[in-house]
Structure formats: C-alpha cells, structure tokens
C-alpha cells in the first residue's frame, strides 16, 4: 500500500469504477448517520457482562460501532478529503486510544487489559494504516496518540511478552489475522532495522496458518474463516512485497497456496448459495477487493456469482483491511478476474477434508462430507449433507450459531446446531454422534457424483461394528442415500433424521415440502412430480415404523431466531434388513 495509495489518480479511479458504485452508494449512506450522533460508549456494565451472563452481543455491539464509525471517516476522509470528515474522524480516532483495552472480553483475561487479540492486532492494523494514509491531513497530536497507543499496546506487547500467545502456535485464522495485522502495524509504524527481527519472530506462525489447510486447499472451519484469514495474510503479503520483495516472494508461492486459494469457488451452488458445514452459512459473500487481488496473482481463481459479492456494510465487524482493499484492489486488478459461468460449476472432490461439492447434476446439487469431530470449529456431523433442488435448500446444515460463552467451552455440544441432531445424520439406539479425536470417518468412495463413507467411529455404541453411508446425486434421479449396518444381536433402532428450513407434509410414507406460505403440496393429486419442492421418499417401508415431523427454534449466528423442521424415520433394523435407502427428488 505504501506507494500507491495516496495518489489522487487512484481515488478518481475508485469514484468512477462502476462496479463499485453500489459499494460507495452504501459507504455515503452510512457516513450521514454520523452527521448527528455521538461516539458510541463502552460501558463497564456490559463489558461485565461477558463475564457474568456469557453474553457477547451488547459489548461486542458497541464496539463494533464504534469501528464503523472509525472505517466509514477514514475512507471518506480518503475518498474525499472533506474537513468535516476529518475532524469527525480525529475524534473517533481519539476515542480508540482512550479504550481500555483493544480486546474483546470473550478473548481476554480480565487481569491483562493490553491482551493481543483479533481486535486489538486488527485495530493497531486500522490506526497505523488510516494514520499513513492520512499522515499530511491528520493532526499531529492524533497520530503522535495513535502511534503511541499501537506500541504500547500491540507491538512492544508482542515483542516483550515474557510468554507466547496462544494463537502464535494454533492452526486457524487468528494466525492470519494478528500476525499481518502486528507485520502491517510495524512496517508502517516502527524504523527499518526493527522489522526484521519482528518478521522472524511471526514467521512461524504464517506458516501454522498454512498448515491449518490441507494439501486439498479446505479451510475446515468454513468459507468466513477462510475470507478472513486470507484477506489479512495478502493484506501483509502486498505490502511486504514493497518492505521486503525476496521474502515476500518465497511466501507467496508456497506450493499448497494454489489450491487454498481455489477454496472459495468450490462453495458455491449454482444460484450463490454456499457450503454451510462448521460455523459457515448457507449466505457467504464474497469480498471483491480479495478475490481480484488473488485472481491477478494465481491462476484458475474463478470470481463467485456477482449478486454475492459483499458490499460496504456487509461486514458487522466493519473491518479496516477489507474496507479499504475492497476499493483500491478492485481498482487494480479488475483485469484478470474471471467470473463464474455456467460451465464453471462443476463437481469438487476434496480428499484431505473428505468432502464432495457437486453442482454438475443440476437442478439438483449436493455438498456432503466425512470428515470428523474434531475438526476447527467444530460440529458433530460426520456423514452429513446439503440438498438442493432448483436452487432451494431443501435439505440443510444450520451452520453457526450465536457465539456465547458456552459456545467455545465445555458447554459447546449441549447447543443445537453442534450437535448430530441438527445434521441429516442417523440417531442410533438413541445415540447421537459424539464428539473427540476418535470421531473420524473413513472415506472409501470419493468420484464425481459420489461420496461412500464408514462412520461407526462417530457413535458410541456397543454393538454397531460398521455403518456405511453412500450418497449419489445424479441429473435425472435426484439424491439416493444408502446407510448399511452391521450390529451384533438381533435388532437395533435407527432412526434417520432430515433437517430443513421449509416446512414438510407427510402424505403417505412420504414427506414433500410446501411450496408457498398458504400452498400445500398435494402429493395424491398430482401427475407431475416437478410440480414438487422436493420429496423424500423411502425406497420400501420393510422396517419403518413411524414418521415424526417436529419444530425446533434454532438461534443463527446474527442472534436472529430461525424455525428448523425436523424429519424423522424411525425404523427397526434386522439381520435380514441391514440397509436403509432414501430417495430425494
């Protein structure tokens, strides 16, 4: 960023780019709605909160607003240089400097306020970043606080901690995102001969963050983690490039970067729904800025569906790196991106995370997994689905829920979408998966349309020594899904669970699904099964014994409450019936 970003050729191109209108459209709207207000405040109350009720969201509220605030000024005091802006701005920028502390409670102990976090290595990124970019418009005493203030608390932390932070040696996106984060704030705020010395000390930690993928490129806790993580590891990357260009050149043509970087593409359904498996969703959006930039450095990078892309006030954290890269890389290397077509979708096997991404049976599309239950972030949903049929999500994975306390401690599996029993997974003899290193799927089948795995290993369960799922998708037959068992003793009670987000019917031993809010599918009437949402159909009823449809009020991620249909079939599964077999069309 350093040579390029201050040049008022590069702002004239971002003001008349077109597919940034819309962007800067919403970027204005929100700059009036602090034409009027004040800085929002911290309050101790629910700062305690956290710490009292587990709550997250009013603390974490505020904060981000204030964020807001900090990302929309600065970039319209860049856009636009107007003196109100900035003075808005200095303001803001005071404010942060004033906060006592930088992390958020959920990831801090309360005994050391100057915790490196997320938040606080992504707010020392913001200052050091909006002070450069505004050095000759900013007064003197704000940069002078904010150099100060991401010293103290960011760099000199980092550098003088008698102990290693916890994300130094963990293999997620906190890697990514506090090492650039603390390598961007140091290029742009401490003296040459400093950075060096602090790149050696990081540089194990990127490289944790590359191991955190497997060879086949997936980012296991989901398509936001992996946007995430990324967008801080090239916001570091391009600016090193100019710091320090032989070791930014050996980083990024690490081998296994190819296929990371080919990830995003391979989530997406047909009509911009994405893989929701982890703590992802089903709504993932793309960050333009990021796909560009990576699209001109690495080849076969395909940009999503252009109704994905996210725009100015998609992100709720309203982060710094993306906010400015969203412009000025989209300016630059709009060339070289290509966008997804029809032919692109296609079917991806990824062998390291045992998943299937298959659009190419179109209308019906299916993601499937094996995987394990120990995984990043994890959900207890070996052998689980996602169903589409003409582009609706019949059949669901729920994906994050609202994070709480209890959401990342020993709590975690009481909460329902963490659980089997919110995935398209069997209950067996009334167990539900479990979670642990032990919980590991054994892949025996991974083709085009096809993906067989051995899941015993997931249930707990004396007795069950083999389950196999195989699921098929094909262009004319829909889904089939096949669970073979085989048990010791006479008889075990399986019964195969269906999640979804449109309500069922049962007719007959079938479940179909409504059509519209008042619209009923009348299954016994009609000649046409493409008249249909979807059907989910039994193939023979030896062993079935009873059909429940229930309601459960799930909370997403946005604190929003969602209704989540639950199907069951219950059946008896004998020595002279070991297979179950479904058809979904």
């Known amino acids: 960023m350093i040579d390029y970003i201050h040049g008022e050729e590069l702002r004239n191109d971002v003001l008349s780019t077109p597919e940034l209108q819309k962007y800067i459209e919403d970027l204005a709207t929100v700059r009036k709605e602090y034409d009027n207000r004040i800085i929002s405040e911290l309050p101790f109350s629910q700062f305690r909160d956290y710490y009292v009720s587990g709550n997250r969201v009013n603390y974490e509220h505020a904060y981000f607003e204030r964020r807001k605030r900090l990302v929309t000024l600065a970039l319209t005091s860049w856009l636009y240089g107007r003196e109100e802006d900035l003075r808005q701005l200095e303001e803001v920028l005071w404010a942060v400097c004033n906060e006592y502390t930088w992390a958020l409670p959920a990831h801090m102990d309360i ?17 050091s970043e909006i002070c450069y970019l505004l050095s000759n418009k900013l007064d003197r005493p704000v940069k002078d606080r904010c150099r100060k203030e991401t010293k103290r608390r960011v760099l000199d932390e980092y550098m003088g901690a008698k102990e290693a932070y916890n994300w130094e040696d963990m293999s997620n996106n906190w890697c990514a995102v506090c090492a650039g984060s603390i390598a961007v704030s140091a290029m742009y705020m401490m003296e040459d001969e400093y950075i060096d010395p602090l790149l050696d000390k990081l540089e194990p930690t990127f490289q944790h963050f590359l191991d955190s993928f497997g060879s086949d490129g997936t980012c296991l ?44 593409q391979k989530c997406y359904f047909k009509g911009g729904e994405t893989v929701s498996f982890s703590d992802s969703s089903h709504t993932e959006l793309y960050r333009r800025g990021l796909t560009y930039y990576l699209a001109s450095h690495y080849s076969n990078v395909i940009v999503p569906p252009g109704h994905r892309v996210a725009q100015y006030d998609t992100d709720p954290c309203f982060r710094w790196c993306n906010g400015i890269r969203d412009l000025v890389w989209t300016v630059q290397y709009k060339g070289p991106a ?21 659009s190419s049976s179109y209308p019906y599309e299916l993601a499937a997994k094996g995987g394990s239950n120990n995984e990043a972030h994890n959900h207890n949903d070996m052998g689980s689905f996602i169903f589409y049929k003409n582009d609706y999500e019949i059949l669901t994975d729920l994906g994050a829920g609202e994070y709480t306390k209890d959401y990342f401690n020993e709590n975690r599996y009481t909460i329902f979408c963490n659980r089997s029993l919110s995935h398209n997974v069997p209950i067996i003899e009334e167990h539900e998966q479990k979670a642990g290193i032990d919980s590991k799927a054994t892949l025996l089948v991974l083709e085009k349309n096809h993906i067989r795995t ?46 979804s987000k449109i309500k069922p019917v049962r007719v007959g031993n079938q479940v179909v699904f409504e059509i519209g809010d008042n619209e009923k599918v009348d299954l016994e009437n009609s000649r046409n099964r493409q008249e249909y949402l979807a059907i989910v159909r039994p193939k023979g009823t030896r062993g079935l014994v009873d059909i429940c449809l229930t309601e459960y009020e799930h909370v997403g991620h946005d604190s929003s409450i969602i209704t989540v249909y639950i199907i069951d079939f219950e059946y008896v599964v004998s020595e002279s019936m070991r297979t179950i077999t479904f058809e979904v069309y």
């Open 454 to 499: 051995e899941l015993s290993a997931g249930y707990d369960i004396e007795g069950l020594e083999e389950y196999i799922r195989d699921l098929h998708v094909e262009k004319k037959q829909g889904l089939k899904i096949m669970d073979s068992f085989k048990f010791s003793g006479d008889c075990m009670k399986v019964t195969e669970r269906f999640v």
């Open 111 to 127: 005994d050391k306020p100057l915790t490196i976090d997320l938040f606080a290595a992504e707010t020392a990124f913001a200052l």
């Open 338 to 358: 290509v966008s997804m077509k029809e032919e692109t979708f296609d079917s991806y096997r990824l062998p390291d995370a045992q998943w299937l991404v298959s």
């Open 221 to 264: 806790e989901g398509l936001s983690y992996w946007t995430y993580g990324l967008s801080f590891y090239f916001a570091f990357l391009d600016l090193l490039r100019i710091k320090r260009p032989e070791r930014a050149f050996s980083m990024m043509h690490v081998g296994k970067l190819q296929k990371i970087v080919e990830f995003q």
